[in-house]
């Protein structure tokens, strides 16, 4: 009698991401892992308790995303959706449309509003207005900076005096010095103490939300950027959600979650031990199984370009201003150097050049201080590089995790805020490369789309949705940007041994689709239909069982 597996998928396509073993045309998967793959269909006689016909669709290792917000995604569903409006007159008739259905008093929420699309930000006394005096607060696309009107503003303190804004933010004032409703960067922290913490439940609902968004899309991986404090997390038992859903059953890709720097506190050991910042129990990144597993930990630099709030060396073409950090320098660097003595990997959101440096140089420090091998620093954007930082973060091993896909949907105002001359310096791919760099694919959602096709797209084509190509040096192949999904999320999650490639030993996490995204029309790559996502072998968006 032949060996039984438990998933036999024949009359495939298969790019494996393997060197070793590129193609193959089958492929058995047993206890969740890649079994065998083989070069025809007859698969060495193997059978399968489930047996699949691909009828000839590509198939490839899952999707990861090395950045992207999961539980703000998910929460993001359940909000006003903002995203794609290009008139005001419609973002005050959506929130009125749900402040009609709240009772008197209650949070009325939206998301993903884009002040370069409608010309503005939404005016503080139109939102009383429309929202019938509810409070409101809208977040921007780049969750950089949000919108609060009236109601909202009494709530924080910020109408009578008496908050305390945090170091690092700014809440923008009118030529009166009165609030106009916007607040940037670290001021959010005001909301976060209005709106959350977050109940668990809310949470792992939200959770549960995205990952069926995910899974549809052929994710498989995702890294969730910054949860459990500061004005990005929604609560201090927000790990407890992941676990929450991934008991239920109900999250659908496996899970790095990275707890905000504002997460660690001093943790008292023996002097003999180097923990100096982090969690109780001495837990850091890699503590976790295969479905939730802590990652780095993430700090602010600074902020974002389409805010003008990311810190620059030059000012802004259509503002003058160079932005800012998010902190004092010396504050940021000794956040960093005890995050690393104390062994936790560092994942340092930093867009503007001038930010750049201040973590380039604090990375070099640390390592002479406390050298480790495997620390695989990163940093988060890179949005704006010189040549002189590429080649420089290339000799210190720091790993740029950029968003291609920001290109299409918000290349144009960043082309604006930098002007011609830095423009080929966005969110590069090819440099990254060429200086011996691996360039990890993500999405930062809900700031951008998050379908990894749709990523994989613009690492191609680089166009902006205005039709101009942003850094055309800096394409890649369609190859190269699978990679990007695949293998190299796999490595800066420290889990290339565990996924990335279609490798016997490995998970069985693999995707369908209905091209082959290597050789079509790159202008087809977003289009490609999904047709079936597995994670440790078994299906969890469509179905391919006879």
Request: charged share 20%.
């Amino acid at each position: 009698m032949s060996f039984e597996v438990d998933l036999l998928v024949r009359n495939a396509s298969i790019l494996t991401m393997d060197e070793n073993r590129p193609r193959a045309r089958a492929l058995a998967v047993h206890h969740g892992l890649v079994f065998n793959l083989f070069d025809d269909d007859h698969a060495d006689g193997l059978r399968g308790r489930t047996e699949i016909d691909a009828q000839g669709a590509t198939l490839v290792p899952g999707f990861g995303d090395a950045h992207n917000h999961m539980a703000g995604f998910g929460l993001g569903l359940a909000a006003v959706d903002l995203s794609g409006l290009t008139a005001m007159a419609e973002v005050y008739a959506r929130i009125a449309e749900r402040a009609a259905t709240l009772p008197d008093g209650a949070f009325v929420l939206g998301t993903g509003y884009d002040d370069a699309a409608l010309g503005g930000h939404p005016d503080r006394y139109e939102l009383d207005r429309v929202a019938g005096g509810r409070p409101v607060w809208l977040g921007h696309r780049s969750a950089h900076v949000c919108q609060v009107n009236s109601p909202m503003l009494a709530l924080l303190g910020l109408l009578d005096g008496t908050a305390v804004v945090p170091a690092g933010g700014v809440v923008v004032t009118d030529d009166a010095g009165q609030p106009t409703g916007l607040l940037e960067e670290q001021a959010q922290q005001l909301v976060g103490a209005v709106l959350r913490p977050v109940p668990l439940e809310m949470l792992a609902g939200a959770l549960t939300r995205a990952s069926a968004v995910y899974a549809a899309e052929g994710l498989t991986h995702v890294t969730e950027c910054g949860i459990g404090a500061g004005w990005i997390g929604h609560s201090p038992l927000e790990l407890a959600a992941y676990q929450r859903a991934a008991d239920a059953g109900e999250l659908r890709v496996r899970v790095q979650v990275m707890p905000s720097m504002d997460a660690l506190h001093a943790v008292a050991g023996s002097v003999e031990d180097p923990h100096r910042r982090g969690l109780d129990l001495g837990l850091r990144t890699g503590f976790g199984d295969d479905r939730v597993r802590l990652g780095p930990v993430k700090i602010f630099m600074d902020g974002s370009l389409t805010a003008r709030t990311a810190a620059m060396h030059d000012v802004f073409c259509d503002r003058a201003s160079h932005g800012y950090l998010q902190d004092d320098p010396d504050v940021l660097r000794t956040n960093v150097l005890d995050a690393h003595a104390s062994g936790w990997r560092i994942a340092a959101h930093a867009i503007g050049d001038r930010a750049i440096d201040l973590i380039l140089d604090t990375f070099e420090l640390a390592q002479k201080l406390h050298p480790r091998p495997d620390a695989r620093p990163r940093i988060e954007h890179a949005a704006v590089t010189s040549a002189a930082q590429v080649a420089r973060m290339g000799s210190l091993g720091v790993t740029p995790v950029p968003q291609a896909r920001f290109l299409y949907e918000i290349g144009d105002t960043m082309a604006a805020a930098v002007g011609p001359d830095r423009v080929d310096r966005l969110y590069r791919h090819a440099s990254f490369l060429r200086a011996g760099l691996r360039v990890p694919g993500s999405s930062d959602r809900p700031v951008s789309s998050g379908a990894p096709l749709l990523g994989i797209q613009s690492m191609v084509r680089r166009i902006s949705s205005g039709g101009t190509v942003i850094g055309p040096d800096e394409r890649v192949d369609a190859l190269t940007a699978l990679r990007a999904y695949t293998l190299d999320t796999a490595w800066i999650a420290g889990e290339e041994h565990r996924r990335g490639s279609l490798t016997p030993g490995k998970h069985a996490d693999f995707v369908l689709l209905g091209d082959d995204i290597t050789t079509i029309d790159p202008d087809r790559i977003g289009d490609t239909q999904v047709i079936a996502t597995y994670l440790a072998g078994e299906c969890t968006h469509g179905d391919l069982t006879p």
